[in-house]
């Protein structure tokens, strides 16, 4: 197995596990044990899978990770643009500080207001659409796409559940 190989595989299994873990955010708030893990894990992988594709892509260049990453945006949107490596590291940055504060103070990460877990929800699903759909292969689309449609799913029947309590 080539290491681009090993690299796409573990963004894969990160994708899935990411949908299950904000799935399991939405249907089951009572039971955050699972859901927490799955999360740290859904990191873990990605940071993995970002470590490595620097490495075996790019070796280590940041010169190349941004030409790399212009050319695939002009590919897909016709905007010559390599500032979409920037969104990916603050991406992982306020994922990783995210999973944190749900490790430290898990009551206040639970608690807090709902226009904070709202927009943390659009920004997750954004990267992941475009990291597992527009910009994925074929492969990483076949799981990206449900992935994706199972987190939208739960937030459809989360609203429908809230909308009838009310």
Known sequence: MSGTTVVRAIMLVATIVWAWAEVLKIRRPGQVEPARRLWTVALALTLVHAALAFDVKYHWSH??????????????????????????????????????????????????????????????????????????????RAVGIPSVAAVCVAWVLDGRRHTARA
Not at 73 to 100: K, P, S
């Open 63 to 140: 010169e190349a990770a941004l030409m790399d990453t212009a050319r695939r945006t002009a590919a897909v949107t016709g905007m010559v643009w390599g500032g979409g490596i920037f969104v990916n590291d603050l991406f992982l940055m306020l994922w990783l500080a995210d999973a944190l504060w749900w490790w430290i103070a898990p009551v206040a990460y639970v608690r807090r207001p709902v226009p904070l877990e709202r927009t943390r929800s659009v920004l997750f699903l954004f990267m992941f659409v475009n990291g597992a759909v527009v910009f994925a292969s074929n492969i990483a």
